[in-house]
């Protein structure tokens, strides 16, 4: 695959944002394993995946409503 300058620094931002590799193959429109093979060499790191957690009532925890908040504040700037 051909990097081209905007894709490297879209995954630059993304993963400095907090965004998890899946999250940011999925905003950028490339596949998961480009993604992780580009960013190891390029020594990006990028935030790990949080496990569900539920409340004992069965609902999901405040994370999950930050994280949406999140992707909803990067879709908006795009």
Same mark, same amino acid.
């Given at each position: 695959?051909? $990097? #081209?300058?905007?894709?490297?620094? *879209?995954? @630059?931002?993304?993963?400095?944002? !907090?965004? #998890?590799? @899946?999250?940011?193959?999925?905003? =950028? &429109?490339?596949?998961?394993?480009?993604?992780? *093979? %580009?960013?190891? @060499?390029? &020594? +990006?790191?990028?935030?790990?995946?949080?496990?569900?957690?539920?409340?004992?009532? !069965? #609902?999901?925890?405040? $994370?999950?409503? =930050? @994280?949406?908040? %999140? +992707? %909803?504040?990067?879709?908006?700037?795009?």
């Amino acid at each position: 695959m051909q $990097w #081209t300058d905007e894709q490297i620094s *879209g995954i @630059r931002k993304l993963a400095s944002e !907090g965004f #998890t590799r @899946r999250e940011t193959a999925d905003k =950028l &429109g490339i596949s998961y394993d480009a993604l992780q *093979g %580009k960013a190891r @060499r390029l &020594g +990006i790191e990028f935030q790990k995946p949080l496990k569900n957690e539920y409340d004992s009532d !069965g #609902t999901h925890d405040e $994370w999950c409503d =930050l @994280r949406v908040d %999140k +992707i %909803k504040q990067y879709t908006e700037m795009i």
